[in-house]
Nanobody
Framework: QVQLVESGGGLVQPGGSLRLSCVAS????????MGWFRQAPGKEREFVAS????????YHADSVKDRFTISRDNAINTLYLQMNILQSEDTAVYYC??????????????????WGQGTQVTVSS
């Protein structure tokens, strides 16, 4: 069993930055995959970024590429999402997730087994 707790959300002006954190408790295998998703009001949850726990094979959605960066720190079991040049369209609840297997997809909700409770990010002037 894996438990995930996100933090770091808040209110930020357009063009600003935030760094989200997700602390994982429980055993994480290096070949497992970690991901960030987001859900805006009235919209479906969408893929943002994903990385293997070993630190390789990172992917970012086209909508956030060159602005967001996913990373992790194995020593403290923490996943990060550095978000720069934030735009109003980035307003959403952000969730971290774990795919508890070495194989499988990475950009669909059904690919992941464990989820955090989410943290709100609001981009507004």
């Amino acid at each position: 069993q894996v438990q995930l707790v996100e933090s770091g959300g808040g209110l930020v002006q357009p063009g600003g930055s935030l760094r989200l954190s997700c602390v994982a408790s429980g055993r994480i295998v290096s070949t497992w995959r970690m991901g960030w998703f987001r859900q805006a009001p009235g919209k479906e949850r969408e893929f943002v970024a994903s990385i293997r726990w070993s630190g390789d094979r990172a992917y970012h959605a086209d909508s956030v590429k060159d602005r967001f960066t996913i990373s992790r720190d194995n020593a403290i079991n923490t996943l990060y999402l550095q978000m720069n040049i934030l735009q109003s369209e980035d307003t959403a609840v952000y969730y971290c997730a774990v795919r508890a297997s070495a194989d499988g997809g990475y950009h669909l909700e059904k690919d992941y087994n464990f989820w955090g409770q989410g943290t709100q990010v609001t981009v507004s002037s």
